[in-house]
């Protein structure tokens, strides 16, 4: 995002002009953490893609080519999809559970000598 911007000659002031003569509000601030990398405003794509004259495709890294809608094939095996670590593990799978992970403790409880205290106190 950062690198098209700066391609266009644009400072994040007027990104943030463009986008608001489009009816999208955002900051200066906001825009700096998406382009770093943090909070990712996913409504915001499309009107962004407008404002940076490029395609969606584009911003999220999937084409070299910023006007291109199609993702880039470039001969590499595509990402397999994220499994649960649990489920590969051949435990239950859920956010957390139902089997909690073995050494997990829930913020805010203590350990005692490498394990969790239990749900009961002991």
Do not use: K
């Amino acid at each position: 995002m950062r690198e098209r911007r700066r391609t266009l000659g644009l400072t994040q002031r007027e990104v943030v002009g463009r986008l608001a003569s489009q009816g999208s509000r955002t900051t200066n601030r906001a825009l700096s953490s998406m382009e770093n990398g943090r909070g990712l405003d996913l409504g915001l794509l499309p009107d962004l893609a407008e404002s940076l004259e490029c395609t969606v495709t584009y911003l999220l890294g999937l084409a070299e080519d910023p006007h291109c809608w199609q993702p880039d094939h470039d001969g590499r095996p595509p990402v397999r999809a994220v499994q649960p670590v649990l489920e590969e593990a051949g435990r239950a799978a859920g956010v957390l559970g139902p089997e909690i992970p073995t050494g997990f403790a829930a913020p805010g409880r203590i350990r005692r000598r490498g394990r969790p205290i239990a749900a009961d106190g002991g």
